[in-house]
């Protein structure tokens, strides 16, 4: 039997759709329904890797660990990934197929994706019970809705019914609401069955005449209001760099302070998560020379554009300040693009970076980077190198990388990798360190231990606390969420939308 489809669609980008996504899938596998989740077009600075060495929007992958499955290229069958101005990878089933600009993106590709994106929703559909479909900004972009591949043409290829999210925490709830609908076709409306008010703060009784209004002006019920949820599962759009959780950090409000660099085409920048979990430990996103400081860790993070970032790193004057961190015991870390940057030199000879210049690295590090056409994504493990913290321990991530980089005879691998590959590399006094691998720091007991020997360092006593593994919180923020939802939106009418029946499992 072909699957039953539901599709989550916003009036803006970042109202939370992804997350609703992700709730719906955990749900439905808590029922026993065989659910999948699909995003047929996603710009998004941070990728997933799948087991089969695909890449694909960190979303579809977090809600399909939800929905209990692993994730393949078939849940989101073309990734935009942001490399320059109105320029982005286009990746097609987890592979690079080519960098585009805009226009030719739209005037030249959206057709031919149509296809491979059918392709993709008729293999779910004969293999899953439910498709969670997610949307993409907004239905109502008039300029671009007849290009539009993510949205109302996809609720319509799976015959799927819409839940118009809208986002309150930003003002404007009603309007942006009335105004979606509106600039909806009349076919177009009539998917939409459902609203859902996401991200709210204040007293629930208050918004109940704007409800009814709402219904009435409409004909289309509230399924619920959704509270305010801080939940720990990681963002993929840059949107999620402003959000509260690095505006809650300020000055010598915490004894380790942590600082990471938001470069101008940052990606993967998830990396740092686990931080926020760790006791005593603050968090700074800095932008620019005046807000650096003197952390005890400097992350570097990943980048789209490595030799561009660099450039934007030492006209800001960052390459003078992090090299003077070096001398005074900060601890810097790259990671993928960041640590290409902790190196001599990078070249890029083929112009896979777009400019086709080299540069010089910051030279914590000696080692060099060549960029080459052939892109390495997949997901691996590793044991750390002995000498570094405690010591082959056992580490996992994954690589999404274009460049091969080259160490010096005496510079000493980070992870010897199960393949067989050395990794990274390390400094003599272990005060720098470099990886390919993303999700490093995902990795509980090497982050604890990374802290406390910072807190060593500054004569503070280490943390004993129990280390949750990422899995563990993982599946907890899974569940939260679920039972979030359960609780404040009507799921009755969900399942009868689907004719599905409500079953406890």
Not at 52 to 66: T, Y
Request: charged content about 25%; hydrophobic content about 40%.
């Amino acid at each position: 039997m072909k699957a039953r489809s539901i599709m989550i669609q916003g009036t803006a980008s970042d109202v939370g759709k992804s997350l609703i996504c992700t709730a719906l899938c955990r749900i439905f596998a808590n029922k026993g329904y065989r659910v999948v989740p699909f995003k047929s077009q996603n710009m998004a600075l941070n990728s997933y890797v799948t087991v089969e060495g695909g890449e694909i929007g960190r979303s579809q992958g977090v809600q399909a660990e939800a929905a209990r499955i692993v994730a393949t290229s078939d849940m989101n069958p073309i990734l935009l990934k942001p490399k320059q101005d109105m320029v982005s990878e286009v990746i097609v089933h987890g592979k690079h197929f080519l960098d585009m600009n805009a226009m030719d993106y739209r005037n030249q590709f959206v057709q031919e994706a149509m296809p491979i994106i059918r392709k993709s929703v008729e293999k779910l559909q004969q293999e899953y019970d439910i498709i969670v479909l997610e949307g993409a900004g907004s239905p109502a972009e008039i300029n671009l809705k007849d290009r539009d591949i993510a949205n109302m043409r996809m609720a319509q290829l799976a015959d799927a019914a819409v839940i118009l999210v809208a986002d309150i925490d930003r003002g404007g709830v009603f309007a942006s609401i009335i105004g979606t609908l509106a600039l909806l076709e009349d076919d177009e409306r009539n998917r939409v069955k459902g609203i859902i008010i996401n991200k709210f703060r204040g007293i629930r009784e208050l918004l109940d005449d704007g409800i009814e209004w709402l219904q009435q002006e409409t004909g289309i019920p509230v399924l619920g209001v959704l509270p305010y949820l801080d939940v720990s599962i990681e963002a993929e759009d840059s949107l999620a760099l402003s959000s509260l959780r690095f505006k809650k950090t300020e000055k010598d409000e915490f004894p380790i302070d942590v600082a990471f660099l938001r470069f101008p085409h940052i990606s993967n920048f998830t990396d740092v998560d686990p931080f926020f979990d760790e006791p005593g430990v603050g968090v700074r996103l800095v932008g620019n020379i005046h807000e650096l400081g003197r952390p005890d860790l400097l992350i570097l993070p990943g980048t789209k554009n490595t030799i561009e970032d660099l450039k934007w790193m030492r006209d800001a004057g960052f390459d003078m300040a992090i090299k003077e961190l070096r001398k005074h015991g900060t601890i810097i870390a790259g990671i993928c693009g960041g640590f290409q940057m902790l190196g001599t030199n990078l070249f890029d000879p083929d112009a896979v970076e777009g400019c086709g210049e080299d540069a010089e690295g910051l030279s914590l590090l000696s080692l060099e980077t060549i960029f080459q056409a052939e892109k390495k994504t997949v997901q691996m493990e590793g044991v750390l190198a002995p000498g570094f913290l405690k010591g082959e321990m056992k580490l996992s991530g994954y690589e999404i990388h274009l460049g091969q980089t080259a160490l010096d005879s005496q510079e000493q691998s980070f992870l010897l990798l199960k393949d067989g590959r050395m990794d990274g590399a390390v400094s003599a006094d272990n005060k720098v360190f470099g990886t390919y691998l993303h999700g490093i720091f995902h990795n509980r007991h090497f982050t604890r231990e990374l802290v406390n020997q910072i807190r060593r360092n500054k004569g503070l006593d280490e943390v004993m606390e129990n280390i949750q593994s990422d899995s563990e919180r993982r599946e907890e923020a899974y569940n939260l969420l679920a039972s979030h939802m359960e609780e404040n939106i009507d799921m009755d009418t969900i399942f009868q939308w689907l004719e599905l029946e409500v079953t406890d499992v």
